[in-house]
C-alpha cells in the first residue's frame, strides 16, 4: 500500500487579507499563517507577514534561521556588523541564527518570511 498523496495549501490574496496581530511597540505586527510543524516536527518551518509602520525600530535576535521578502513599502534594515540596507519590494534577506538586526521604516513595510522554527515562536 502507498502512502496517502499530500495535499498543498493555498492562501488566496493573503499579502492584502491576512492581518498579523501587534507583537512589539505600537507599530510591528507578525503572524505565521502556515507551518510544517506536524508533517515535520524534528525540523518545522513557519511562515507568514511582518508588517512594520513608522515608530519604534523593532530589534530583534534571531534564535532561528529566517529567510525574508519584502512584499510592499520599505524598511531600513541593520545588523550588529554595521551592513546597513534601504529594503524594496522584491528584496530578499537571510538572517542566521544568532543575528541582530534592526527594522525602522518612514513609510511603512509589508515582507513575507520562512523562518526554522515551531509556529508561533518567533
Known sequence: MGEEPLKM?????ASTTFQPPLIANENAYLGDIAT????AP??????GFYRLEPGTPLVYKYTYHEMKIIVSGSFDIADETGQKVHAVAGDVFYFP????????????GLAFYTGQRKEGAA
Open 9 to 13: 495549501t493555498h492562501f488566496a490574496k
Open 36 to 39: 510544517s510543524e506536524k508533517l
Open 42 to 47: 524534528e525540523a518545522p518551518i513557519s511562515a
Open 97 to 108: 541564527k544568532g543575528a541582530t538586526i534592526t527594522f525602522t521604516t518612514e513609510d511603512g
